[in-house]
C-alpha cells in the first residue's frame, strides 16, 4: 500500500480568530494551490466548510452569520 505525505493544515478564521485544523494530502493541496485545479476536484474529501476557509479565511460559522439574511430567503 503507498502512503501519501499529509500536511495539517492550521488556518484561523479572519473574522472570530478560531484555529481551524485539518489534515490534507500534500499531492492534492500542490494540484489546487499549484496547479490550478478547482479546489472541489482537488481536495474532493474535505468539508465544504473547511474548502472555505482555505478560499477566502472565514470559518463556517462566521459565514453563516454574514450570510444568514441570504440563507433565510
Given at each position: 500500500?503507498?502512503r501519501?505525505?499529509i500536511?495539517?493544515?492550521?488556518k484561523p478564521?479572519?473574522?472570530?480568530g478560531?484555529?481551524i485544523?485539518?489534515?490534507?494530502r500534500?499531492d ?5 494551490k ?6 472541489q476536484?482537488?481536495l474532493?474529501y474535505?468539508t ?8 477566502s479565511g472565514?470559518?463556517g460559522d462566521?459565514?453563516?452569520?454574514m ?7
Open positions: 500500500m503507498i501519501l505525505p500536511m495539517t493544515i492550521r478564521c479572519v473574522e472570530c478560531t484555529v485544523e485539518f489534515d490534507v500534500a492534492d493541496y500542490d494540484l489546487w499549484e496547479d490550478g485545479f478547482l479546489i476536484d482537488a474532493w474535505i465544504p466548510d473547511k474548502r472555505e476557509i482555505l478560499l472565514i470559518c462566521c459565514w453563516n452569520i450570510f444568514a439574511e441570504e440563507n433565510e430567503e
